[in-house]
């Protein structure tokens, strides 16, 4: 199934790269894409157990979905994401 979450914190490509590349990564998740403008992640799952785990990953990045809390802890996680991704090689 295809879905989307709108999420927290996206500031920039190097938050979606770190997004993209954690993400696919995990199982039964594929074809993750980042809309930095909407703070959109779309995703394509095979169940709802992959989707929570995939929001509890978005969350441990520091990019917790719009109906989460959003602390000052996840914000600094999501400037360190961000960091990491600018860092990732191409």
């Known amino acids: 199934m295809k879905l989307s979450l709108i999420v927290q914190n996206i500031k920039c490509g190097g938050c979606a790269k ?3 590349t954690k993400l696919s990564e995990l199982d039964n998740i594929k074809e993750v894409m ?3 403008n909407s703070g959109t ?3 394509e799952s ?3 157990e992959s989707t929570q ?7 441990a990045m520091g990019y917790p979905t719009v109906d989460a809390k959003n602390g000052l802890g996840d914000r600094a996680k999501s400037f360190l994401s961000c960091a ?3 860092m ?3």
């Open 18 to 20: 770190t997004i993209t």
């Open 34 to 36: 980042v809309d930095v």
């Open 41 to 43: 992640v779309s995703f």
């Open 46 to 48: 095979k169940n709802v």
């Open 53 to 59: 785990r995939l929001r509890d990953s978005l969350k």
């Open 84 to 86: 990491a991704g600018r």
């Open 88 to 90: 990732m090689k191409e």
